[in-house]
């Protein structure tokens, strides 16, 4: 039984997506490997993945088993889709767009942008389409340079009332990485991502905030950390009143019970909200800390994340 709840971070590559993968020459691309499909990316290890991952029949059962109403679905920022030159960047984005739009009344979609040469006018098509907000690569937000570039497109955000999600992802100038072929697939997700989302939010903190008082953010995976290093930040001269920021959340993908207490310590429940990283990890449930806790992190918060414009609350299907 569904307790109206929201998972704010999913990933669920629509057909149209998965078609145009297959039918690239170079990275991003994916190939069938006997019974199961492989992922190549520029800079990380392949990644081998079954298409049932991305069937919402089966994910809408998932979330039916975890008690939750809604799930939001993005592009992952890996891919380096987003920093693909505008002519390859464009199609592939409207493949998953124009796939996710269709997923079903259970699915809201965090829009994409081509990174390359940001258009603001592109958030207003997207938000007008119906996708709940945007979601960023934090490598493309991590140096004041990259939030000077995207100044634009975040005051559009802001000035349309709708969240900014931050995900792991390289900065869309330099995604031509080369792969190394040793190493381990866990590698890119206990490095460069927790470093690319750890230096995103302390961005944010020092020139972001500043340019764009109003906005929400919410950070995949615990913004990698980086509010548990506060004591540490202060000390060094950083600017306090990160840890308290009422417009910066949190979602709980690929961490448990210990790392999301410790950062409720840090900033309170009221910036938690869940997200499971459904399928890359098999994710812990959103009762993790209690019921109360529950209710806050996949009700109660989303509501507050995505504030009180009336489309928006609409489209996350969470009762107030």
């Known amino acids: 039984m569904s307790n109206g709840g929201t998972d704010i971070h999913q990933h669920l590559w629509p057909e149209r997506l998965l078609g145009a993968l297959a039918e690239r020459s170079r990275p991003p691309l994916i190939r069938r490997s006997g019974a199961e499909w ?12 079954s298409l049932a991952d991305h069937d919402p029949a089966l994910r809408v059962e998932a979330l039916d088993r975890s008690g939750l109403e809604r799930a ?3 592009l992952s920022g890996p891919l380096g889709i987003e920093g693909l030159p505008a002519h390859e960047a464009a199609p592939l984005l409207e493949s998953f767009h124009a796939g996710a739009l269709e997923l ?12 390359r040469s940001p258009d603001p006018r592109a958030v207003a098509v997207l938000l007008d389409r119906g996708f709940v907000g945007v979601t960023i690569p934090a490598g493309a937000l991590r140096t ?3 939030l000077a570039r995207l100044y634009r497109v975040l005051h559009r955000l802001e000035s349309r009332g709708a969240p900014l999600f931050v995900h792991p992802g390289p900065d869309p100038l330099e995604v031509d990485q080369p792969r190394d072929a040793g190493t381990p697939v866990w590698w890119p997700a206990m490095t460069s991502y927790i470093a690319e989302m750890n230096a995103a939010w302390h961005a944010f903190a020092a020139w972001g905030r500043r340019s764009h008082p109003r906005l929400r953010v919410v950070f995949a995976m615990l913004a990698g950390g980086a509010p548990l290093h506060l004591e540490r930040l202060v000390a060094r001269g950083g600017p306090r009143a990160a840890g308290a920021d009422p417009g910066l959340f949190y979602d709980t993908s690929s961490y448990g019970e210990r790392a999301v207490d410790a950062l409720v310590r840090q900033v309170g429940i009221d910036q938690v909200v869940y997200g499971s990283d459904r399928p890359v990890v098999d994710p812990p449930h959103h009762a993790i800390l209690g019921p ?9 918060n989303v509501l507050r ?6 489309r928006l609350r609409a489209r996350i299907a969470v009762a107030a």
């Open 144 to 146: 004041r340079e990259g």
């Open 292 to 300: 109360a806790a529950a209710e806050a992190m996949s009700r109660t």
């Open 72 to 74: 939001i679905v993005s």
């Open 305 to 310: 994340l995505f504030g009180s414009e009336p």
């Open 38 to 49: 492989v992922l190549r990316i520029d800079g990380e290890p392949e990644h081998r993945f």
């Open 104 to 115: 079903g009344p259970r699915f809201g979609v965090w829009g994409s942008l081509p990174l």
